[in-house]
């Protein structure tokens, strides 16, 4: 098979992938990132998924710019930018033949990834099949396997309970009660009480859980469904840079990504 050696695609650009995304970019790498026509990242601030609607998103001095063409995503590289591109299907990888494809869609299952789509196929978290459907599996559970590369077999299956933060996990984490268009009131970085309305439902309030820092809050005019998570709160007050920060396990994953990739070329021979 033809391959370029220095493109990755990665299917997805939210916040966990995003740590990857500008790891493989400092890396040197040319980095495609592939997403949904309408991304629902909350911890929009540090998600270049956001792209899709501000046309371009900069992350700590990193840039990705919204394309729609071959032409378009080459000028991007070419300007040491990172292209993102509304492919869901991952139609264009035929196309440009990368080294790398990196699932890190986060949906705790596979969406179509599969090891003929170039030399070094990775998926982030439980959904995939080390040595089947990816060469290599990354553990996204925090905690002591936080980042570990799995060569056979699937990552930890999701417990659906959010990350513990200063002893708070699932209350934290905010879902929509009802089915409608979100109208936000309050901004990511804001500082509120539990209580306090953050944004409505169709009409619906949506108030804190806890006393915090709002980290994470869809966008303003987005259609959710019952259940849908649409905000996060992180009860550190002093941590208020987070939300403009990527994450540190969006960091450790996005290290362990570079890993595998490095460590594959060398076991392929690539």
């Not at 050696?5 to 995003?18: F, L, P, Q, Y």
Request: proline share 3%; hydrophobic share 40%.
């Amino acid at each position: 098979m033809e391959f370029t050696n220095d493109i990755v695609v990665v299917r997805g650009g939210g916040d966990i992938a995003t740590g990857t995304i500008h790891k493989l970019f400092r890396a040197g790498f040319k980095v495609l990132i592939l997403e949904i026509e309408k991304p629902s990242a909350i911890r929009r601030e540090v998600a270049f998924c956001e792209a899709i609607y501000r046309k371009k998103m900069v992350i700590e001095e990193v840039t990705a710019k919204l394309c729609s063409s071959i032409e378009e995503i080459e000028g991007c590289w070419l300007n040491n930018e990172i292209p993102i591109l509304v492919d869901p299907n991952g139609d264009i990888i035929k196309k440009i033949k990368p080294l790398v494809v990196v699932d890190a869609i986060l949906a705790k299952k596979n969406y179509g990834t599969s090891r003929e789509m170039a030399p070094i196929t990775i998926g982030l978290g439980p959904g995939f099949t080390a040595g089947l459907d990816v060469d290599v599996v990354v553990e996204s559970m925090r905690g002591h396997d936080l980042g570990r590369l799995i060569f056979e077999g699937e990552a930890m299956e999701n417990t659906g309970v959010p990350g513990i933060i200063a002893g708070i996990g699932r209350e934290r984490v905010i879902y929509s009660p009802c089915s409608g268009t979100i109208k936000n009131i309050c901004s990511i970085g804001d500082i509120v009480k539990k209580g306090d309305t953050i944004a409505t439902v169709d009409g619906n309030d949506i108030k804190a859980s806890i006393n915090g820092i709002l980290r994470g809050l869809i966008r303003d005019g987005y259609k959710v469904s019952e259940k849908f998570k649409i905000a996060d709160i992180d009860p550190r007050l002093e941590e208020q840079k987070n939300c403009f920060t990527i994450s540190d396990k969006a960091r450790a994953i996005g290290g362990a990504v570079l890993e595998a990739i490095l460590y594959l070329k060398i076991k392929k021979g690539l």
